[in-house]
């Protein structure tokens, strides 16, 4: 296999075991086990099925992980199209991984509250699932807020897919289509929540813009160009 070609389809490997892990928490977690306004049977659900609150926690770890090697292995794939812009893609991609690793010390809160340890005896249990639920709340928001990031960085990865000669250049416009949507659900979410579900099936066909980049690493690969190109 092709250097390039191999460069891709390990980016692409990363890109698949982030696309495997990040929904649990990020969408099936909530969707089964919070409950909007209820704070007590929000907390039962995580008592209950606290395995799964805690696997929630380990693939919030594993993601923000992966997601370090995922910025580094499109690094190895792209530095030779624009060294500046590719180390720009890897900074401002694995900020995000670090809030994913802080994100995990609100879920813990909630799960301590949620099992009421001795030296919370002073809260009455309504207390603690309150507090619980404001945990969670933050965990949500600070997700919103890193949805800015996972737009910006997909902003120099486009430039590099587009101007790469070796990957087509629909992904790299798409890219930046799906960093723009992430920006506008992210603001949604911050500025006018109320709007939130409406902007995010508005913006849906634009975020599998990063679907279609990875699938196209796992199946196609990247062309070997005759010559390396190299942008100052």
Same mark, same amino acid.
């Given at each position: 296999?092709?250097?390039? =070609?191999?460069?891709?389809?390990?980016?692409?490997?990363?890109?698949?075991?982030?696309?495997?892990? $990040?929904?649990?928490?990020?969408?099936?977690?909530?969707?089964?086990?919070?409950?909007?306004?209820?704070? *007590?049977? %929000?907390?039962?659900?995580?008592?209950?099925?606290? %395995? +799964?609150?805690?696997?929630?926690?380990? *693939?919030?770890?594993?993601?923000? *992980?992966?997601?370090?090697?995922?910025?580094?292995?499109?690094?190895?794939?792209?530095?030779?199209?624009? !060294?500046?812009?590719?180390?720009?893609?890897?900074? +401002?991609?694995?900020?995000?991984? $670090?809030?994913?690793?802080?994100?995990?010390?609100?879920?813990?809160?909630?799960?301590?509250?949620?099992?009421?340890?001795?030296?919370? =005896?002073?809260?009455?249990?309504?207390?603690?699932?309150?507090? $619980?639920?404001?945990? &969670?709340?933050?965990?949500?928001?600070?997700?919103?807020?890193?949805?800015? &990031?996972?737009?910006?960085?997909?902003?120099?990865?486009?430039?590099?897919?587009?101007?790469?000669?070796?990957?087509?250049?629909?992904?790299?416009?798409?890219?930046?289509?799906?960093?723009?949507?992430?920006?506008?659900?992210?603001? %949604?979410?911050?500025?006018?929540?109320?709007?939130?579900?409406?902007?995010?099936?508005?913006?849906?066909?634009?975020? !599998?813009?990063?679907?279609?980049?990875?699938?196209?690493?796992?199946?196609?690969?990247?062309?070997? +160009?005759?010559? %390396?190109? =190299?942008?100052?």
């Amino acid at each position: 296999m092709r250097l390039k =070609s191999r460069n891709a389809r390990v980016a692409g490997i990363y890109y698949l075991l982030l696309a495997i892990a $990040a929904p649990l928490r990020l969408i099936y977690i909530p969707s089964v086990l919070f409950v909007q306004g209820d704070a *007590t049977k %929000t907390a039962s659900n995580i008592a209950a099925h606290e %395995t +799964l609150f805690r696997l929630g926690i380990v *693939t919030d770890l594993f993601s923000g *992980t992966i997601g370090i090697f995922l910025a580094l292995a499109l690094y190895r794939l792209l530095k030779d199209v624009d !060294q500046k812009q590719a180390v720009l893609m890897v900074v +401002l991609g694995v900020i995000p991984d $670090a809030i994913y690793f802080f994100n995990v010390l609100n879920d813990a809160a909630a799960l301590i509250l949620v099992h009421g340890a001795d030296f919370l =005896s002073v809260f009455e249990k309504p207390q603690r699932d309150a507090l $619980a639920m404001l945990f &969670l709340r933050m965990h949500g928001q600070e997700i919103a807020a890193a949805e800015i &990031l996972w737009g910006l960085w997909l902003f120099p990865l486009a430039i590099l897919v587009y101007r790469s000669g070796f990957l087509p250049r629909f992904l790299g416009v798409w890219l930046a289509i799906n960093g723009f949507a992430y920006l506008a659900l992210s603001f %949604t979410g911050l500025l006018l929540p109320q709007y939130e579900d409406v902007v995010s099936r508005i913006a849906f066909p634009a975020l !599998q813009g990063e679907l279609a980049f990875m699938l196209w690493l796992l199946v196609m690969g990247a062309k070997d +160009l005759p010559a %390396t190109r =190299s942008n100052e």
